[in-house]
């Protein structure tokens, strides 16, 4: 099953989106970002503790958009592959999530 997300060209570089779909046992987090001009997409749950990285809608950048920021405790991730290079769970990762862009919109392909 897959289930369109946003248009990928209303993704501006240095952005990200939420996005949750479910609820209970079947509720599925994720959020897309740009940045240097890829797409990707990670499941939004902190390696540290399991929580959301974001508190305000959409704040998944700290201010230059350099790293992804979990904002309960600090921890900076790597845009480009979710590794953790500062904060309580530095050395572990983001997991992916898995989407693509179909006719101009970011798709995601569900799993599990
Ligand atoms: S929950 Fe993300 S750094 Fe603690």
């Known amino acids: 099953m897959t289930r369109p997300?946003?248009?990928?060209?209303?993704l501006a570089d240095g952005t990200a989106r939420g996005f949750v779909f479910g609820a209970g046992s079947t509720r599925q987090?994720?959020?897309v970002l740009r940045h240097a001009g890829e797409i990707r997409a990670?499941?939004?749950?902190?390696?540290?503790r399991g929580t959301p990285l974001e508190i305000m809608p959409d704040a998944f950048f700290d201010a230059e958009c350099r790293?992804?920021?979990c904002r309960t405790h600090g921890a900076q991730f790597r845009p480009a592959d979710g590794f953790c290079v500062a904060g309580p769970c530095a050395g572990r990762s983001l997991?992916?999530?898995p989407v693509r862009v179909?006719?101009?919109v970011l798709v995601l392909d569900e799993v599990g």
Do not use: D, M
Request: with cysteine; glycine share 4%; aromatic share 12%.
């Open 29 to 31: 987090a994720v959020f």
């Open 95 to 97: 997991t992916p999530a």
């Open 67 to 69: 790293f992804l920021v």
């Open 5 to 10: 997300l946003c248009r990928a060209a209303s």
């Open 102 to 104: 179909e006719n101009g």
């Open 42 to 48: 990670y499941r939004n749950a902190c390696p540290h």
